[in-house]
């Protein structure tokens, strides 16, 4: 099946990558998709397949089209032109009632939405979908008209609980922003009261933002959403006044501060909250446990180059599509950054030219596709590459002006550190939590990893970041990879206690398994390339 197929849009001009396994139903292969973030996007329409035939059986439309619910949350004509709104981040089934359960991103473009005025339903939402036809049966918007990329960034949960004496089926949704949202399952009744409240407004020209976004009183949040100059970093004096100095330049109003010129504080950040590996649940007790990041990032929205001015040479209009749409990962001076992400000041010598076009147009793994460009544009962006003036690319991106109306994110997914490379603020910065949801009150809290660089300045419990989520089995162990210092640990699930760890050949961002095979039980995760390991690797455990 060709998934770039029946989308209403060139399917050339487009990608759609799967990245979640989809869900099986009957005779139904129900699937969302990773699509572009940026302008001209796909959009995240929900498709269901035959799975003896491929034929295309239903598509549930998340960006609606005239006639449908939700359309009138949208400019008129923009269902023909916004993309997103997709659902990446894998979905839930209800077998029994055939209901099945899907988190959706925000629209496109991530960071601005001049073209998208209104609330864009159904982005940031959780839909409850007739897995036989597609139709919905209930949603919750989770933030209207999203400018944060605050993406639903993993599959919802279901677990039973007990309120008021009574068991209800209920659906158990992560965010980025650190927020549970906890639902009936049936009727998507929220069962923790949400509270709608007043949020800062937008300075950008164009830009209308949601006057008012949802805040759910219970459980409270499972990541930090507020920072004061009290949560800044103080590893030493020198970096705590370094801390101080760039928090006061830049622009923040707390949870939801839309992003501006000035350069604007994100927290939690789109790396904040949960990742993909999303909760779980212990079905005995009723208890959800969820891992979370602390990742306070600067967005700064300016109004983009994307056009290429007369006579611009190859490497000039090469070095601003390179700050537009690549240094956000791979770093101003093309350094690297985060998890992982590869340093491209000396790839030419490890790529030819038609590697690098391949790889730029198509992605690879987290590198995401940039087939939306014109060739004229990726041919740029190579000769940049191999002559690129790194000084002069510097200078650009701080100064990059105006030349088109449609403003970008020039800052976009850059973390807010200071000098030694570590992050701005105090620890935590990755968290795992054991929350009680037939009460909504947390059990325990504790840091998730330890970042040994910062450990040797003085921090000790630090938290790493984290992806990849826990299981937990009901011998009563909760058990986790994910972190940046390459570590398996095992916690008793009643009291977060460490009962094992097991250094891994790279990290595990990956949720484990565990299964049985002739009567011994087996533990296996999946590990990301690590320095010692340029391949990465499955690694499995057993009892003796
Ligand atoms: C969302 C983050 C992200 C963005 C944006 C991004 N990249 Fe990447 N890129 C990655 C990651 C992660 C990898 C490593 C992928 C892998 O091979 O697993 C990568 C790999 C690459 C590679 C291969 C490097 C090697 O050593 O094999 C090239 C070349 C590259 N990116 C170029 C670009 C260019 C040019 C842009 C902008 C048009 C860009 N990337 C935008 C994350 C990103």
Redesign the pocket.
């Known amino acids: 099946m060709d998934l770039n197929k029946n989308l209403g849009v060139d399917p050339d001009s487009i990608w759609v990558r799967p990245t979640s396994p989809g869900i099986i139903y009957k005779d139904l292969f129900i699937i969302g998709g990773e699509v572009s973030e940026v302008y001209g996007a796909a959009p995240g329409h929900i498709r269901a397949y035959d799975t003896r035939s491929g034929e295309l059986v239903w598509t549930f439309h998340t960006i609606p089209h005239p006639g449908e619910d939700g359309y009138e949350t949208w400019p008129p004509e923009a269902y023909k032109y916004v993309g997103g709104a997709n659902n990446w981040g894998g979905m839930c089934l209800d077998e029994e009632r055939g209901m099945v359960y899907a988190p959706l991103g925000s629209p496109t473009y991530d960071f601005y939405g001049s073209d998208r005025h209104g609330e864009n339903l159904f982005g940031n939402s959780i839909v409850a979908l007739d897995a036989a036809t597609g139709e919905r049966i209930w949603h919750f918007q989770t933030i209207h008209h999203d400018i944060w990329d605050y993406d639903l960034p993993a599959p919802p949960t279901l677990i039973t609980l007990r309120q008021a004496g009574k068991d209800i089926d209920a659906v158990a949704l992560p965010s980025k922003v650190g927020f549970l949202y906890v639902f009936d399952r049936v009727t998507g009744q929220p069962l923790f009261p949400i509270e709608e409240r007043p949020v800062p407004t937008s300075r950008i020209p164009g830009e209308q933002s949601w006057p008012t976004q949802p805040f759910p009183l219970k459980p409270d949040p499972y990541a930090r959403q507020y920072l004061t100059i009290r949560d800044l970093a103080n590893r030493s004096p020198e970096l705590h006044q370094e801390a101080i100095e760039k928090f006061q330049s830049l622009h923040y109003e707390g949870l939801f501060t839309p992003p501006d010129q000035q350069g604007t504080l994100l927290f939690p950040g789109t790396r904040g909250g949960s990742e993909w590996g999303g909760a779980a649940v212990d079905p005995y007790t009723g208890w959800l446990f969820i891992n979370a990041n602390e990742s306070p990032e600067v967005a700064t929205v300016r109004q983009s180059v994307s056009d290429r001015p007369a006579g611009q040479s190859d490497a000039a209009f090469g070095a601003s ?2 700050s537009i ?2 240094s ?3 770093g101003v001076k093309l350094e690297g ?1 985060l ?6 000041n000396e ?1 030419t010598t ?2 030819t030219p038609p590697e ?1 076009f391949t ?2 147009k198509e ?6 596709s ?1 087939a939306h ?1 014109p060739n004229e544009a ?1 041919k740029a ?1 190579i000769v940049f ?1 191999e002559n690129g003036n790194i000084d002069e690319q510097v200078k650009r991106h701080e100064t990059l002006s105006s030349t088109t109306n449609d403003f970008r994110n020039t800052t ?2 850059s973390f807010f550190n200071l000098s030694d490379g570590l992050q701005a603020i105090k620890p935590p910065w990755g968290t795992l939590h054991a929350i009680d949801l037939n009460s909504g009150e947390f059990k325990w809290s504790i840091p998730l990893g330890a970042h040994e660089g910062a450990r040797q300045a003085g921090d000790t419990a630090t938290g790493t970041y984290n992806y990849g989520g826990p299981i937990v089995t009901a011998g009563g162990l909760l058990i986790i990879a994910a972190t940046k210092d390459e570590k398996m640990r095992i916690f008793n699930k009643t009291t977060g206690e460490l009962i094992w760890e097991y250094t891994l050949p790279g990290p595990g961002y990956a949720s484990p398994s565990t299964y049985m095979h002739d009567g011994r039980q087996y533990l296996v995760i999946s590990v990301t ?1 690590g320095k010692e390991q340029p391949e990465g690797s499955i690694i499995a455990f057993a009892l003796p």
């Open positions: 599509l390179y749409h690549c956000g990962c791979h950054g998890a992982d992400i590869p340093a491209l790839v490890r790529l690098l790889r730029i992605g690879n793994g987290r590198m995401p940039f460009l990726i962006l590459l976009a997914y390339q």
